[in-house]
């Protein structure tokens, strides 16, 4: 009998819960999923064990929440523990957090599913959450990446149980002591209650490890929520950050500041695009550089390790290296490309909805839309700290898919992924970008032929270069209208002219492709994935989508926001030339079209009361948009109002206005935070953030002159919550998506001139 038959064999459900004694007294909740030889990485303390679970509670009474989702500044480690403390009764004071390796435990099975077109050769069948491809892929590859905003989805529930079962056991452990029935004792506030009785959870945590766990467990009725009225944002958060404090303070720890014994340095430089290949460096330029420890070539980088990283970098301009290959990438002539995709390349169809060829015979309008290509930006630029000794090595990383950027490590350097140990940290930001590997795979080599512990740094340039930009996209939207209706939209067409980007992304994440090997595996395949988003949120009948493969001559990859952004631009821009061209309010024209969208007509109305919408008048500096993500039924909804104008320097926004509709809020605070750091993100989407190539290098190559926007930039910002009890949903991208169109929108407003790329003023005025 092979191991899946053993599995299909097991008596496991997915609601299954073990519990056992503890090694000191701690008790460990032991959530065995699948199968039951996946058992915890976490390193319990002296008087905790841990049984391969979600939780520990030691004999301080204090509770630990294993979190398998890397921390990036998003709040996923403050979420994650407030549903095991809401649901276990905790007080908010004894809770800790601890970050989880990989582990097939704690795999994202909802991610895996909705990426099943990326690694699966049946996605059909892969792309349910519940369907047992989705789940064996996950669980046997250990995949718990972070991204998508899947954190909810994956893990609420399994965290549930286990803080339920934990609940039952310390209810039912006092309910001996008292000679009572455990159904009538009260958990809450980190104290089991009965009458005039009550003990602290550290007081029970002993005997209730030896106690058999109820069968199913015995959630809460109301899962964790908070009421998101304005009012509240004024109050201190009932569960406020976990990681604030050490923030503030400076001991929180990001990749960048781990420190090991005999620790050295190292940066690094890559060719430029399209030349890849390490030709030579000025190798006596170094000799007897103070500081320096040694110098790593390999065939597509040259790296100089030093007892610091400034010497390490100054060693690596003195040394000049020089890379040779194809002529270097110049993006002028591939953005061209795009545009000429629209007469030359074959359209794709990947989504139709009734017949919209036949009724775009003739459009009766159309536009052409494009946004460059936009870099990640992050604060933290990639780092890596390994350590390589005796056949074993250990790499302490943010990464967003742990498990693959352990197996590409390990693989780098020829040894087995069990003999890689990983130690995940926070990330300085992402923005996607910490789901790329290379610099593991880098900071592996040079540790193995350095022989010391080494922390490995891009410089801001080599992140700019290197890292896999958001793809440009060139849009032709075509509309057809219903006779004698005053313009309300009968047929809709979008044809996306960019590479196969998420195609691309996929080779590289799960096939550990070199970003060169992936575009050419790519190229010229239809990707339905990097078209997502491009069904307008609007009732229209007849809806198709097409994607014009182009193959860029540098590799592209995700973003904030990724596929919706850009297509949310293109959409709400189109729209409010279809209003204009119909001689209506651009508020009114959308209403119209969501007679069967209530949920999207509240945020919409909303927005719009909140903002004091002017009807969209020129002159006014008013634009709307509204963006809807995931599924109709359920998903996320927002709508923006924008005030902006052109001033001294560039794009003035003085106000935005949202909407917003994530069904239940978990978390206030960090919802609201969320949906303002979105709309600063797609605020910089429209102002900057992106970047050209001349002879393969980015220009700019410094932050400073990406056209980010400074705190001086920032405008008022005023965000209203819908109440709901439809399922939560992640609110991280919905600014961003919804940000540039409404600026762009407000724009015309104010000048009469319509932007149609992205950043805004790159085509001049």
């Known amino acids: 009998m092979d191991w899946r038959a053993k599995l299909t064999a097991l008596p496991v459900t997915r609601r299954q819960l073990v519990a056992g004694a503890a090694v000191g007294g701690g008790l460990g909740v032991a959530w065995w999923l699948w199968p039951r030889h996946y058992t915890s990485p976490l390193s319990p303390g002296p008087n905790e064990r841990d049984f391969g679970g979600w939780i520990t509670i030691g004999r301080d009474g204090v509770v630990t929440v294993a979190v398998p989702q890397l921390e990036m500044g ?15 009764g905790a007080d908010w004071r004894q809770v800790a957090v601890e970050p989880s390796p990989p582990a097939g435990l704690y795999a994202n099975i909802p991610l895996a599913a909705k990426w099943a077109p990326l690694w699966s050769n049946l996605p059909s069948f892969a792309g349910d959450p519940d369907s047992q491809l989705a789940e064996n892929y996950a669980r046997s590859n250990a995949f718990a990446a972070t991204a998508d905003g899947t954190s909810l989805a994956a893990y609420e529930l399994p965290l549930r149980e286990a803080a339920a079962t934990a609940r039952a056991l310390l209810a039912m452990a006092a309910a001996e002591r008292w000679d009572v029935d455990w159904e009538e004792c009260l958990v809450e506030r980190g104290i089991v209650r009965h009458a005039e009785q009550q003990l602290g959870f550290g007081a029970l945590v002993a005997e209730a490890a030896e106690l058999d766990p109820p069968d199913p467990p015995p959630l809460r009725v109301a899962p964790a929520s908070e009421d998101p009225v304005p009012a509240e944002a004024e109050l201190a958060p009932d569960f406020p950050r976990l990681d604030l404090p050490a923030k503030v303070d400076g001991s929180f720890l990001f990749a960048g500041d781990i420190r090991l014994p005999g620790m050295v340095f190292a940066s690094i430089r890559h060719g430029p695009l399209g030349k890849p290949d390490l030709s030579g460096f000025e190798a006596a330029a170094v000799e007897g550089l103070d500081g320096l420890v040694g110098v790593v070539k390999s065939r597509r980088y040259l790296a100089a390790v030093a007892e610091s990283w400034w010497v390490a970098e100054q060693a690596l301009k003195a040394m000049r290296p020089v890379f040779a290959g194809p002529p270097a990438v110049e993006s002028a002539a591939a953005l061209e490309a795009l545009d000429e995709a629209h007469g030359t390349v074959e359209p794709r169809r990947t989504l139709a909805l009734g017949d919209a060829d036949e009724l775009l015979a003739r459009p009766d309008y159309a536009q052409t839309y494009a946004v460059g290509p936009a870099v990640h930006a992050a604060i933290e630029t990639a780092s890596a700290t390994a ?12 990464a967003q898919a742990p498990e693959l950027t352990r197996r590409a490590a390990a693989k780098a ?31 592996a080599q040079i540790a193995r032929e350095i022989g010391r512990p080494v922390q490995l740094t891009w410089p801001r340039a080599q992140e700019l270069q290197s890292l896999p930009v958001r793809t440009p996209v060139s849009a032709r939207l075509e509309a057809g209208f219903e006779a004698a209706s005053g313009g309300r939209i009968a047929a809709w067409r979008a044809r996306l002219a960019m590479p196969a980007t998420a195609r691309e992304f996929g080779y590289r994440l799960f096939d550990n492709k070199t970003p060169q090997a992936a575009l050419e595996q790519a190229a010229d395949k239809a990707d339905a994935m990097a078209c997502d988003g491009a069904l307008p949120p609007y009732g229209i009948e007849h809806v198709a989508i097409d994607h ?9 990859g995700r973003l904030r926001g990724n596929a919706i952004a850009y297509n949310a631009f293109f959409i709400e821009s189109f729209v409010d030339e279809l209003a204009e061209r119909a001689g209506r309010d651009p508020m009114l024209y959308r209403m119209e079209m969501l007679g069967r969208m209530p949920r999207m007509a509240d945020t919409l109305r909303r927005a719009t009361r909140l903002a004091g919408w002017d009807g969209g008048r020129r002159g006014t500096g008013q634009g709307l948009a509204m963006v809807r993500m995931g599924t109709p039924d359920t998903g996320g909804r927002i709508a923006c109002v ?12 003085t ?24 709309l600063i993100f797609g605020l910089s989407l429209a102002t900057g953030s992106s970047v050209a190539y001349e002879e393969g290098r980015p220009v700019p190559a410094r932050l400073a002159g990406l056209g980010l926007p400074t705190l001086g930039d920032c405008p008022e910002i005023v965000v209203e919550f819908l109440a709901s009890d ?14 540039p169109p409404a600026i762009a929108n407000a724009l015309y407003s104010a000048t009469g001139v319509r932007f149609r790329r992205l950043p805004l003023l790159s085509e001049g005025l």
């Open 413 to 443: 350097i020829g040894i087995a992924p069990h003999n890689v140990v990983l130690y995940p940290t926070a990330a300085g930001g992402s923005f996607d970008a910490r789901l790329e590997r290379r610099h593991a795979i880098e900071v």
């Open 655 to 678: 106000r935005l206005h949202a909407a917003v509709d994530i069904g239940r809020v978990v978390n206030a605070d960090i919802a609201r935070q969320q949906i303002e750091g979105g």
């Open 387 to 398: 350590r390589y000794d005796g056949g074993k090595l250990e790499l302490w990383i943010a």
């Open 726 to 739: 439809a399922p939560p949903f992640d609110p991280g991208e919905l600014g961003v998506a919804v940000a």
């Open 74 to 88: 998003q709040g996923v480690t403050t979420v994650l523990a407030q549903v095991v403390a809401v649901e276990l």
């Open 548 to 556: 014009l493969p182009v193959t860029l001559p540098f590799p592209t």
């Open 642 to 653: 924008a005030q902006a104008a052109l001033g001294e320097g560039g794009v003035r926004v």
